[in-house]
């Protein structure tokens, strides 16, 4: 297992508890949605994941095989090198190419080698469709564009998990798509997908694995969900899609 809170209470920055008695669990290649209203602690979740936020209250609270009640700050480095961590604003260096970007990344993680470098960097910005664009400034791109290089630059290590905080909230719908079909096909290789969205629609097109931030608690609805879509689909066949999708988003509130 990748990652396993159990119990975990979940603070901001400020000390403020925003989820309580979490129980949380990844495994390889799983495709995970995080969905709820703004403030209901979906980003500050994601922060405990990657280390930006501690959990000092916990049964358990393991990530990637280490015990985040005992980590030590030295060990993160490494840890974080095993993830693949993509904002909703993307966070590309506005002053350097595509190419450069990840070059960047490659040579903060250990990459020595020039040639080995070129190779990663060729392979990974042909995975994202955006080979092309190597020699372009962050300005010179589409969100979507953008996007897709802040998952190249995710992917540059291989990582065992991907976290996506909004990947497609700046996105116009047919772009979200195209984003969200690219992260299936990692979490296809073995690597974990968990990512938090208010893009309802994408969850019936891409089924996954759905958890609930509501009221400081964390549920797995995704049965509930999954019966939902069914019902509807069975009892309205003839149903809007618009209004399917209204339906299903009353789960996510």
Not at 94 to 112: I, M, P, Q, Y
């Amino acid at each position: 297992m990748l990652i396993d809170y159990k119990k975990a209470n979940i603070y901001q920055k400020d000390g403020i508890l925003v989820l309580e008695g979490v129980d949380f669990h990844v495994n390889e290649g799983e495709f995970i949605y995080i969905i709820g209203r703004v403030g209901a602690g979906k980003s500050t979740l994601l922060k405990t994941l990657y280390f930006e936020l501690p959990i000092d209250e916990a049964e358990t609270a393991i990530v990637l095989n280490h015990d985040l009640k005992e980590l030590k700050s030295k060990y993160v480095p490494a840890l974080r090198r095993q993830m693949g961590i993509i904002f909703q604003d993307f966070q590309l260096l506005s002053d350097r190419t595509v190419h450069d970007n990840l070059e960047f990344v490659l040579r903060a993680t250990g990459w020595k080698k020039k040639d080995e470098r070129e190779t990663r960097i060729k392979e990974v910005l042909e995975d994202v469709e955006m080979a092309d664009f190597a020699d372009r400034f962050p300005h010179e791109l589409s969100g979507g564009e953008q996007q897709r290089i802040a998952i190249a630059r995710a992917v540059l290590n291989r990582p065992k998990i991907i976290i996506a905080d909004e990947p497609t909230g700046n996105l116009d719908p047919e772009t979200a798509v195209h984003i969200i079909q690219l992260l299936k096909q990692i979490a296809q290789t073995g690597t974990a997908i968990v990512m938090t969205t208010h893009n309802i629609p994408l969850l019936d097109q891409f089924p996954g694995i759905v958890y609930r931030c509501k009221d400081k608690k964390l549920e797995d609805i995704t049965n509930n969900y999954n019966q939902l879509a069914a019902d509807i689909d069975a009892n309205e066949p003839d149903e809007p899609i618009s209004m399917k999708y209204a339906a299903r988003a009353d789960l996510s509130v």
